[in-house]
């Protein structure tokens, strides 16, 4: 069975630019996540998904960030303008339900700003 | 809001000893993870830990949820090269933050052969 497919791997770009992450997850799996990791840090969630619906997106920085999930499969996480901040590897992770604490994480995008 | 504090920040040690590192929360967790994460990879799931007190083994690791529930323990039996990596423990709780898991930042795991 597949794991958490992430794409692409490393992203290099300017600031200003946009940039997207794509994720599929583990098949049958309802809630999917997006974290943020920085360097030398743990994880930090930016917004859950249940099915289809974004049931957590308290951390997401909105003026900039955007996520999508709209068949409740895969999803799409966005920057629009990347910043030098913004550097950091983003983490998707799926799990059975919300009440799972079993998370399967996917390899991860590395994004540079330059 | 709530922080994790791991401790230690990182640990250079011989295989073949053991390894103790532990995490301790401001707040009560339900529930308490251990994860390992290898370099250019997402962290995995290593052990999950439900009641306080419990004590739960995978193989050469031994965790456990401290009594107070705000506190964890990982040990690693005789290390090996491949317990390389980063440990992190990753609380839990069904409050206000939703029951969404905290990371803690992690124990970096050197082993010398």
């Known amino acids: 069975e597949a794991g958490v497919v992430q794409s692409p791997r490393y992203k290099i770009i300017e600031k200003k630019q946009p940039v997207a992450f794509w994720c599929n997850p583990i098949s049958g799996h309802n809630t999917l996540y997006w974290y943020r990791q920085n360097l030398g840090q743990g994880p930090e969630l930016l917004i859950r998904?249940?099915?289809?619906?974004?049931?957590?997106d308290s951390q997401l920085p909105k003026d900039r960030f955007s996520a999508e999930r709209l068949k409740g499969v895969d999803s799409t996480l966005k920057i629009q303008p990347a910043e030098l901040g913004d550097s950091a590897v983003y983490l998707c992770?799926?799990?059975?339900?919300?009440?799972?604490?079993?998370?399967?994480f996917g390899s991860g995008t590395q994004l540079s700003v330059l | 809001g709530q922080q994790l504090n791991q401790s230690p920040q990182s640990m250079f040690i011989q295989e073949g000893e053991d390894v103790s590192m532990n995490c301790t929360s401001s707040s009560i967790f339900n529930t308490w993870l251990w994860y390992k994460q290898d370099p250019g990879e997402g962290p995995v799931l290593l052990i999950a830990?439900?009641?306080?007190?419990e004590l739960t083994s995978n193989g050469r690791l031994t965790a456990q949820f401290g009594i107070t529930r705000k506190d964890s323990f990982l040990n690693i039996s005789a290390s090996i090269p491949s317990d390389v990596g980063i440990y992190f423990c990753a609380g839990r709780n069904y409050g206000g933050s939703q029951g969404n898991l905290i990371f803690g930042k992690g124990t970096k795991l050197s082993v010398k052969p």
């Open positions: 830990l439900y009641k306080a007190g």
């Open positions: 998904y249940e099915n289809e619906e974004a049931v957590d």
């Open positions: 992770a799926s799990s059975l339900v919300a009440t799972n604490e079993k998370l399967f």
